[in-house]
T-cell receptor, first 109, second 112 residues
């Protein structure tokens, strides 16, 4: 199993749709989990952290399932501006973050 | 606002050259990182540093070295550039908690 695995997509959805991304990780000792967003030809930026209890930030909801070793990101009411690559990121130990390869989302008018 | 500045957006070098990529941050962050990003492979950690003169190997350190003489500057060195080092190179900084990581704009390096 790869350290961090994501469905690469692409996901093409209409405006207003709800879309969900999943990510699995192999190291059960992983400590922290994040979603980053990367726009085309831009640097990655932190979108949100993922907490065990689940957390929400506006239209975005992140969840963690430690038993099954996966995290998810749900985007409700998709906007054109949500089009980007979404990176699942896992922090194991020794200051190392491991990035997934990313899931490409395109929101269409 | 955190500012992470990479010395070049685009760089073209020849095989065998010694290449220096510079990264400077203005937020007094302890931790600095160098990644490369390739299509289909995602972001991969080359080296990181959590203090001046300290360095740790990431997942793909072969063919690279780093230098951290001052807290604000972290340099990536390609000792003898090869074509398989053509890539997008991203520098990032963070506090000791490692989150969030603030990235520079990236350097698109081509080795001919």
């Amino acid at each position: 199993r790869k350290e961090v695995e994501q469905d690469p997509g692409p996901f093409n959805v209409p405006e207003g749709a709800t879309v969900a991304f999943n990510c699995t990780y192999s190291n059960s000792a992983s400590q922290s989990f994040f979603w980053y967003r990367q726009d085309c030809r831009k640097e990655p930026k932190l979108l949100m952290s993922v907490y065990s209890s689940g957390n929400e930030d506006g239209r975005f909801t992140a969840q963690l399932n430690r038993a099954s070793q996966y995290i998810s990101l749900l985007i409700r009411d998709s906007k054109l501006s949500d089009s980007a690559t979404y990176l699942c990121v896992v922090w194991g130990s020794n200051y190392k973050l491991t990035f997934g390869k990313g899931t490409l989302l395109t929101v269409n008018p | 606002d955190v500012k992470v500045t990479q010395s070049s957006r685009y760089l073209v070098k020849r095989t065998g050259e010694k290449v220096f990529l510079e990264c400077v941050q203005d937020m007094d962050h302890e931790n600095m990182f160098w990644y490369r990003q390739d299509p289909g492979l995602g972001l991969r950690l080359i080296y990181f540093s959590y203090d001046v003169k300290m360095k740790e190997k990431g997942d793909i350190p072969e063919g690279y070295s780093v230098s951290r003489e001052k807290k604000e500057r972290f340099s990536l060195i390609l000792e003898s550039a090869s074509t398989n080092q053509t890539s997008m190179y991203l520098c990032a900084t963070a506090t000791p908690s490692n989150q969030p990581q603030h990235f520079g704009d990236g350097t698109r390096l081509s080795i001919l």
